[in-house]
């Protein structure tokens, strides 16, 4: 039964997002591999069946008659369908009856603070969002990259927080201040800047085909992770180049991983400084939408030695997803055989 008021509702969905990462320790596996919570792994992990098909009016469905199950669309971005998948597990998970889901349950997501009369929704969103964006990957992401909570108040901190969060940036603005790290003041002022911009941005003076994909900013800060994207993104790697001691990354290898530079270009991090260390912009694209692993060394190219430093990332850009097995699935069926 779902609860009386709105904030019984939103603290009930909170606290079954939390179980349920405890009973599938979610959290030990994005600390063990990185990037987000695997939504369509958790579905799979519980045996709950999974459609995804062209869905017309409608994000998702969860249906509980004769069998549970789940029906997430194949015509919206891969932030929407994670967490439209994850409205319907919360449904699933706190035993709802059954649901279908359109356009309103973005409009009515709790942190936007806007209430709703039907109970059982705003459990579900809540759950969503819990799920999705619980505060312990808010700040797991934020240590790693080394953010403040002062970084939050920049447009590009927060585009780079959604995509690591696997959520969108209008929603991860207003997730911020549901976990008290910013003012709803400040969400406001920060939706101000399209992510479009900030896109434009990061590119300079490249201008891909279109803006649709995301830009991803890469540091050495993100080795040892798993970037989960869309065919359409972009990667613009931040690398400290010691090419004053010989040593360079090698761009070379990029092509190996199936990518293409698109942009190469160098800044000095002193002006004053002479043979000091620079920062280097390299802008790759996905030559075919793939998952795969990217590694680039910095060494110096006479020298056989082992590199200076290593930038080694899993990445899976096959999103959004498709008709028929989910990336989950298709992942699993891929290391099993």
């Given at each position: 039964?779902?609860?009386?008021d709105?904030?019984?509702?939103?603290?009930?969905?909170?606290?079954?997002?939390?179980?349920?990462?405890?009973?599938?320790?979610?959290?030990?596996?994005?600390?063990?591999?990185?990037?987000?919570?695997?939504?369509?792994?958790?579905?799979?992990?519980?045996?709950?069946?999974?459609?995804?098909?062209?869905?017309?009016?409608?994000?998702?469905?969860?249906?509980?008659?004769?069998?549970?199950?789940?029906?997430?669309?194949?015509?919206?971005?891969?932030?929407?369908q994670?967490?439209?998948?994850?409205?319907?597990?919360?449904?699933?998970?706190?035993?709802?009856?059954?649901?279908?889901?359109d356009?309103?349950?973005?409009?009515?997501?709790?942190?936007?603070?806007?209430?709703?009369?039907?109970?059982?929704?705003?459990?579900?969103?809540?759950?969503?969002?819990?799920?999705?964006?619980?505060?312990?990957?808010?700040?797991?992401?934020?240590?790693?990259?080394?953010?403040?909570?002062?970084?939050?108040?920049?447009?590009?901190?927060?585009?780079?927080?959604?995509?690591?969060?696997?959520?969108?940036?209008?929603?991860?603005?207003?997730?911020?201040?549901?976990?008290?790290?910013?003012?709803?003041?400040?969400?406001?002022?920060?939706?101000?800047?399209?992510?479009?911009?900030?896109?434009?941005?990061?590119?300079?003076?490249?201008?891909?085909?279109?803006?649709?994909?995301?830009?991803?900013?890469?540091?050495?800060?993100?080795?040892?992770?798993?970037?989960?994207?869309?065919?359409?993104?972009?990667?613009v790697?931040?690398?400290?180049?010691?090419?004053?001691?010989?040593?360079?990354?090698?761009?070379?290898?990029?092509?190996?991983?199936?990518?293409?530079?698109?942009?190469?270009?160098?800044?000095?991090?002193?002006?004053?400084g002479?043979?000091?260390?620079?920062?280097?912009?390299?802008t790759?694209?996905?030559?075919?939408?793939?998952?795969?692993?990217?590694?680039?060394?910095?060494?110096?190219?006479?020298?056989?030695?082992p590199?200076?430093?290593?930038?080694?990332?899993?990445?899976?850009l096959?999103?959004?997803?498709?008709?028929?097995?989910?990336?989950?699935?298709?992942?699993?069926?891929?290391?099993?055989?």
């Open positions: 039964m779902a609860a009386a709105y904030a019984g509702a939103v603290r009930a969905g909170t606290m079954a997002a939390a179980r349920l990462h405890q009973t599938l320790d979610m959290r030990g596996m994005v600390e063990a591999r990185g990037g987000s919570v695997d939504i369509f792994g958790a579905i799979q992990a519980l045996d709950l069946p999974l459609l995804l098909r062209p869905l017309q009016g409608l994000l998702g469905a969860y249906l509980s008659d004769p069998a549970p199950g789940i029906l997430v669309t194949t015509q919206r971005s891969m932030a929407i994670r967490f439209t998948a994850a409205h319907e597990l919360g449904h699933y998970a706190m035993k709802h009856l059954p649901s279908l889901d356009e309103s349950i973005l409009r009515r997501m709790p942190m936007t603070g806007a209430p709703a009369e039907d109970f059982q929704e705003v459990e579900a969103d809540a759950f969503a969002v819990g799920f999705m964006m619980p505060r312990w990957l808010i700040q797991w992401h934020a240590a790693r990259q080394g953010w403040t909570v002062d970084d939050f108040r920049r447009p590009n901190r927060v585009y780079q927080l959604a995509l690591r969060l696997g959520a969108s940036y209008e929603a991860t603005c207003w997730t911020l201040v549901r976990h008290r790290m910013i003012a709803a003041a400040l969400a406001r002022e920060l939706q101000q800047t399209q992510p479009r911009e900030l896109k434009v941005a990061l590119l300079q003076d490249y201008r891909p085909q279109d803006y649709r994909g995301d830009v991803w900013l890469l540091t050495e800060r993100d080795a040892g992770t798993r970037i989960d994207g869309s065919r359409n993104d972009l990667f790697l931040r690398l400290k180049e010691h090419s004053g001691g010989g040593y360079l990354w090698n761009i070379e290898q990029l092509a190996a991983s199936g990518f293409a530079v698109v942009r190469d270009a160098t800044e000095a991090i002193d002006s004053d002479i043979g000091g260390p620079v920062i280097r912009y390299v790759a694209a996905p030559e075919d939408g793939g998952r795969g692993s990217l590694q680039l060394d910095e060494r110096r190219p006479w020298e056989p030695d590199p200076l430093s290593r930038l080694q990332l899993d990445f899976d096959t999103g959004p997803e498709e008709e028929g097995l989910s990336r989950a699935e298709r992942r699993r069926l891929l290391e099993a055989a």
